[in-house]
């Protein structure tokens, strides 16, 4: 088998090599002083408490020059796209350069595992200057000293902590933590792949899979009794020995499926990565989530893709779903299985979003907060604001008139950022004060 494999990437003279070698604990650093020089592509096998995994140093492939196509070689791309973490490792006594700034919206992107390493902290004096990297939108940077070896423990910690192995225990204490049964249903056109994924969730060692017969002949639930708890499949006939159907059949589990989705804590859209997101695939979406469904999106058969139009479907997820505002979205290989695995925890985080409830006193923050910034035309104005349901989160906001839609969406927004609600369907209702 395979080692997992972490590609340590950033620009020339960061520290790359020198971080290699400290991982490796080997002293005679092989560092090369000059900057810009191209190494060759090297991968050495390293161990931290017992894991053990793949570090690829893409030292040389950040070559020079002007756009991002000279500054990453396509094979660094690669690389990064193949790997299963990326350590991004950066400068702490330069900040951050237009060049991270690109490394950085690819890995995001792409949507790999990362970990940003601010590398040369050599002392306290250097730490404050890391929050910089807060600026990449990869999370909070580790201080590191390579060259000393400071910190490079809490970096391994939290590298094997990413890594394959670490994310399957990790998902099975999120799960149990949830003592109800959720309820989830696979929605997608035919043929991207929604049998292959269900029988590779069922397929798994710990899986136990009862059938339970709904009310009709069609209906049937198969819940999926993993150790970390039961997760019930709505209405998913005929989906784990799929005969061969006509388009008709075809149809019918389709809106068979949109009807389960009333059911359900969460739809898992399919979609087919190869083929992009087409207007069926909005359409699909707008009805599931019309139905107050959170969303989550599975772009599958991603190892097909190649570089460039892993950027693309990215960009086209964005771009015409963006209704459903920021929607969790997985890449996949159902065949495979790959990235499989991180669907439970995002199953678990919109779960949450869905119950959460928040209290009357922050709700209240936000919205005052939301329209001193910007106040509603025409002396209109938001007095006070609760949450008055979960499943989806409901809020009322007693006005002193009507709100504008524009300004109702604002608000909704205001929210769903402040309280971190993800692509959950938010409800607002306006009562007028004297209501
Ligand atoms: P690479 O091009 O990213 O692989 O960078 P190298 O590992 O070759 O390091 C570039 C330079 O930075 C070398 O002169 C290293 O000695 C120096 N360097 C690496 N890590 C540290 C560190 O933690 N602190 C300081 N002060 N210098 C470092
Ligand atoms: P459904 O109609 O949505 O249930 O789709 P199926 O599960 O029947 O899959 C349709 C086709 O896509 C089959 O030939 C699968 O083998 C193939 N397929 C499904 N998932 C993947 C994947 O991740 N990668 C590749 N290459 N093919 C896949």
Redesign the pocket.
Known sequence: MSLPVVAIV??????????VNRILGRREAI???R?GVTRDRKAVDAEWLGHNFTLL?T?GWIAGGDDLDDKVSAQSVQAMADADVVML?VDS?VGVTPEDERIGLLIRRLDIPVLVVA????DRSHEIAIWEFMGLGLGEPFP?????GKGTGDLLDALIALLPSGSDDELVDQVSDDPQLFSVTLVGRPNVGKSTLFNRLIGEERAVVHDRPGTTRDAVDTIVETVSGPIRFVDTAGMRRKAKIDEDTEYYSLVRALKAVDDSDVALLVIDATVGVTHQDQRLAERVDAAGCPIVILLNKWELLGTEARLKIGEDVERKLSFLGEPNVLRISALSGKGVNRLWPTLQEAVGAYRTRIPTRQVNQVIRAAQSAQPAPHGARVMYATQGATDPPTFTLFANRELHSTYMRYLERSLREAFDLGSTPIKLRVRRRND
Do not use: F, I, Q, Y
């Open positions: 950033g620009r020339p003279n960061v520290g790359k090599s020198t971080l560092v090369e002083e900057p140093d030292g490792v006594t590398n040369k902290v050599d590191v000293s390579a060259l000393h």
